[in-house]
């Protein structure tokens, strides 16, 4: 086991370089045994898929590969021999996946029918893809072919542009894989950087952000545009880290910001602290209205020209509340509104206690952002007074505490949304990786979540409804007594 900060022998990373290669193969083999094809048979569980005639190859090559995958990526969490090997490794692992056929979920299907409805002069927020007569219907999930898109036009103008690029279903997904492909790349451009105006090394970060199995099963094979966010909002914080409150930098870094919530709405939390970055000098209300200003000149303007070059509007604003049809003990309050319901049905009630503790849980959310958001803001005016923070270097701490309280707030929105699906651990980990200093309470369930979705879409999680949701809130019960009893003891 690697020491977390110290590079690795030459055989530890040997080792680990291949047994992640061998299980990036193995998960190859189960896509195209069972994987999200388009004429793989809907709503499988894992009875079904072993009673299959590959069914028990299927997933055995997807256990092993995902315990080896998961396991070498585990191996070195301390940071990779260095950065160069990072990057070589995460591409070498990365290349059986990219020719791999979707897996982990059939949400790329969706993109294709989102797309072809939009080229075919459809709106995509109105209707969903079975009104919209796309003619591959029959490969997306039944339970969003009814439900408007809920991504920004960016990503619809994207998939757009896939499905006339690739012509047919199989040329669309490629398409969709390549623009995912480049989302990741742009976000392995901006890491280094990040890390160095963090104080962290970047053979750690890299290691951690791009080599992790989430990224090669979801990312790549699966071509989730969370990918394309991710790239788009890393290299808006960059920009605006590296040139504070120099006008036409912050127009830009607000403008990529503002690209990546028109992919995936969920990045908008990350904008308070790109502000705080944004500010040169001291941190004042002046200097943060001023270097602010800029910076949310650029989103205003990246969300206003993108939602009238669609001709789509805002629509997509309304298609967001379709996200959580999806009913799943993943997401912390949806599991404590499955237990309300299963304790109201022993005693003859029926509470339906799942929207209400989601919308508590949405509540909860702001204000724990709005206290995120006020203890970066304090910390870095007590910068104002002191000549050095943590690591030494005035300009490294303020980028550490905005990228921190960035990082603490994807967390918070992953943890508090309606739904979690395992590729949503991509957002806070980008960001993490960056700021923590301990990394194993945030490795952890990322390796787990590799787990939890099939070759095929199929998520454990929908055929472990009562036993999850049981088990999700004893530990959520277990973090917040841990943290009121460390929280008594500090004071």
């Known amino acids: ?142 339970i969003w ?52 105006a963090a104080g962290v090394p970047a053979r750690r970060a890299v290691w951690l952000a791009l080599a992790g199995p989430l990224v090669g099963v979801h990312l790549v094979a699966g071509a989730h545009n969370d990918a394309v966010m991710l790239g788009l909002l890393l290299c808006g914080l960059l920009v605006a880290i590296r040139r504070p409150g120099w006008p036409p930098a912050l127009l830009l870094a607000g403008a990529l910001l503002g690209l990546a919530v028109t992919v995936k709405a969920s990045a908008v939390v ?79 009630r029926d509470p ?6 989601r919308a508590v849980a949405l509540l909860l959310l702001v204000g724990v952002l709005l206290v995120l958001w006020w203890r970066a803001w304090q910390t870095l005016r007590a910068l104002n007074e002191v000549a050095a923070f943590e690591v030494g270097c005035p300009r490294v701490a303020r980028s550490r505490v905005a990228l921190r309280g960035a990082a603490l707030a994807l967390v918070a929105t992953v943890v508090l949304s309606p739904v979690f699906h395992p590729w949503y651990a991509t957002w806070p980990l980008a960001l993490l990786v960056l700021t923590a200093a301990r990394t194993t309470w945030f490795v952890l369930p990322t ?7 099939l070759p095929d879409g199929t998520n454990l999680a929908r055929v472990t409804k009562a036993p999850g949701a049981l088990a999700m809130t004893a530990l959520l019960l277990t973090v917040l007594v841990r943290t009121a009893r460390r929280t008594v003891r500090h004071r």
Not at 109 to 126: E, L
Not at 167 to 186: P, Q, Y
Request: proline share 8%; with cysteine.
């Open 1 to 142: 086991m690697t020491a977390p900060g110290r590079p690795p022998g030459p055989s530890v990373a040997r080792a680990a370089r291949y047994a992640g290669l061998a299980g990036a193969v193995l998960l190859t083999v189960a896509g195209y045994l069972g994987g999200a094809l388009p004429d793989a048979p809907l709503g499988a569980t894992p009875a079904s898929i072993w009673r299959a005639p590959a069914g028990p190859a299927t997933l055995i090559c997807w256990l092993a590969g995902t315990a080896l995958l998961v396991g070498a990526w585990w191996s070195l969490r301390g940071g990779a021999p260095s950065t160069r090997w990072a990057y070589v490794t995460a591409g070498l692992w990365a290349l059986p996946l990219l020719v791999a056929p979707p897996m982990g979920s059939r949400d790329v299907y969706s993109y294709a029918c989102q797309g072809w409805t939009y080229a075919h002069g459809v709106d995509p927020y109105a209707v969903g893809v079975a009104a919209a007569g796309c003619p591959w219907l029959d490969t997306v999930a039944p």
């Open 145 to 196: 072919r009814d439900t408007p898109a809920p991504y920004g036009p960016v990503f619809v103008l994207l998939a757009a542009l896939a499905v006339g690029l690739g012509g047919g279903l199989t040329g669309t997904i490629v398409a969709l894989r390549v623009i995912a492909v480049a989302g990741l790349l742009l976000a392995a451009l901006c890491l280094p950087g990040l890390a160095r």
């Open 270 to 348: 990350v904008v308070p602290f790109a502000a705080l970055a944004a500010v040169r000098g001291r941190h004042t209300v002046r200097a943060l209205l001023r270097d602010g200003g800029w910076l949310a000149g650029g989103l205003f303007a990246a969300l206003l020209v993108t939602s009238a070059v669609s001709g789509l509007g805002f629509g997509w604003v309304g298609g967001l509340t379709h996200s959580g049809d999806s009913e799943q003990w993943t997401s912390p309050p949806t599991a404590v509104g499955f237990v309300v319901d299963y304790a109201g049905a022993l005693v003859g």
């Open 352 to 357: 339906q206690a799942v929207p209400v503790v």
């Open 447 to 453: 390796a787990a979540a590799a787990f939890l979705a």
